[in-house]
């Protein structure tokens, strides 16, 4: 079965401080990772996705297949990037059909 | 994009009544889903909404309890049925378009409370 887990609850860091909210998943096949996230007040929208490899908001993931991982980096952190962070898995398999698995979350507080 | 609009927003609801929850997308999209997301939990995929034909369930959501409709490519109701506390919950809809089935665009929700 698919899985993905968000570690931390709660991540805290001042503005400036590098960032690294963490996903581990948990699947046989090879799936497409997703951020999504949500700022106070906000829907939830989608951030990025692995496999366009791009920056946004200067965030970016990579896909370790190895530690089947899917961290979520920015260098330096903004008061504008607390919310809650969602890691998402959609597995590339008919026998799932379309279902996107969201992890618990993790909200971001940066402090001034 | 699309934009996703649901109604109501919030309601308040006595046990054993039934709530029906509408979704609106602004533009036509080929898939629509439905997620509950209960206090301080993660979101759950209720069922996806097709469009003209029965819903697809999720493993530990019924038919019954979560009657979903879909009568064309831009609008889709869930009903929450026969309410009870457990219910109480946030309900989310979103919809995706042909191909990128994981990109997905999110209603604002609906914060549903039994009481």
């Known amino acids: 079965a698919q899985r993905v887990t968000q570690p931390e609850k709660l991540l805290s860091v001042f503005k400036g401080a590098p960032v690294e909210l963490k996903c581990n998943y948990s699947y046989s096949g090879s799936p497409e990772l997703f951020w999504y996230v949500q700022y106070s007040r906000q829907r939830l929208q989608l951030l990025l996705r692995?496999?366009s490899r791009e920056s946004i908001k200067g965030f970016t993931a990579d896909l370790n297949k190895g530690e089947t991982s899917f961290h979520l980096k920015k260098p330096f952190a903004q008061e504008e990037d607390s919310a809650m962070y969602y890691c998402a898995l959609g597995p590339q398999s008919m026998e799932y059909g379309n279902k996107l698995v969201f992890g618990a979350g993790t909200i971001l507080r940066v402090k001034s | 994009s699309a934009v996703i609009s649901q109604k109501p927003s919030r309601d308040i609801c006595q046990r054993g009544t039934s709530l029906t929850i509408q979704c609106q997308v602004d533009?036509?999209?080929?898939?629509m889903f439905w997620y509950r997301q209960q206090p301080g939990q993660s979101l759950t995929l209720i069922a996806t909404?097709?469009?003209?034909?029965?819903?697809?369930?999720e493993s530990g959501f019924v038919i019954d309890k979560f009657p979903i409709s879909r009568p064309n490519l831009t609008f889709s109701t869930l009903t929450v049925s026969n309410m009870s506390p457990e219910d109480s919950s946030i309900y989310l809809c979103s919809a995706a378009r042909q191909g990128t089935p994981y990109e997905q665009y999110f209603g604002p929700g609906t914060r549903l409370t039994v009481t």
């Open positions: 909404a097709n469009q003209g034909s029965e819903a697809t369930y």
């Open positions: 692995h496999i």
């Open positions: 533009s036509q999209v080929t898939m």
